[in-house]
């Protein structure tokens, strides 16, 4: 069993960064993969990003390619997502995903555990 928290969320203007954390806590097997979902109102949930807990491989959606970097802390078991160059289009709940299993799909249903989210608002 895996717990993740977000948090980092919060109001920021277009063009500006913010950096999400997501603490995880339980038995986490090497071979876990977290992935950073968002989901705007009246849409679907949205692949962001993902990376492998062991070998540090990344994926990224093509919208967020070049403004977003995401990265882990193997030692405080928390993964990052920094978000830079911000539009009012990222505007979503961010959630934190995790599955004990390697590759990093981008299908929710892949995914076995799940955070509460974060609430990210970009202003024009």
């Known amino acids: 069993q895996v717990q993740l928290v977000e948090s980092g969320g919060g109001l920021v203007q277009a063009g500006g960064s913010l950096r999400l954390s997501c603490a995880a806590s339980?038995?986490?097997?090497?071979?876990?993969?977290i992935s950073w979902y968002r989901q705007a109102p009246g849409k679907e949930r949205e692949f962001v990003a993902g990376?492998?807990?062991?070998?540090?491989?990344?994926y990224y959606a093509d919208s967020v390619k070049g403004r977003f970097t995401i990265s882990r802390d193997n030692a405080q078991n928390t993964n990052y997502l920094q978000m830079n160059s911000l539009r009012p289009e990222d505007t979503a709940v961010y959630y934190c995903?995790?599955?004990?299993?390697?590759?990093?799909?981008?299908?929710?249903?892949?995914?076995?555990?799940w955070g509460r989210g974060t609430q990210v608002t970009v202003s024009s």
């Open positions: 990376i492998r807990w062991m070998l540090g491989s990344t």
């Open positions: 995903a995790a599955r004990p299993r390697v590759g990093i799909p981008t299908t929710p249903s892949d995914y076995d555990y």
């Open positions: 339980g038995r986490i097997p090497s071979s876990t993969t």
